[in-house]
């Protein structure tokens, strides 16, 4: 399950790391500034073209957007890591994300 409120957030971290209003993200990606707006407040859901037009724009995976709706055990199912590797990873995905919040 997607968790739209958070890919909105990290498209606007994004999008303002890099000194972009949504006006010019808009432009960059072919949508308008008010659907832009929808989005980073997870109001609206954007297609999986919009989605890489958006990650094309601002340098970043689509991946790293969504890493708040991917489970951390998915990723490294297929990696040859321990159990308590495993752990360890989610443990710091969890206080890497409680720090961001915090932001």
Do not use: W
Request: charged share 25%; glycine share 6%; aromatic share 4%.
């Amino acid at each position: 399950m997607v968790d739209y409120v958070a890919l909105g957030r990290r498209i606007r971290q994004q999008r303002r790391s890099m000194k972009f209003t949504q006006e010019a993200l808009a432009k960059k990606v072919n949508v308008s500034m008010s659907y832009i707006g929808h989005i980073e407040r997870g109001q609206k859901r954007c297609s999986l073209e919009t989605l890489i037009g958006i990650a094309n724009a601002l340098n970043v995976s689509p991946d790293t957007l969504l890493q708040d709706s991917l489970h951390a055990g998915l990723l490294l199912q297929d990696a040859e890591v321990s159990a308590e590797t495993i752990a360890l990873y989610k443990d710091i995905l969890r206080v890497l994300r409680e720090h961001e919040r915090g932001h």
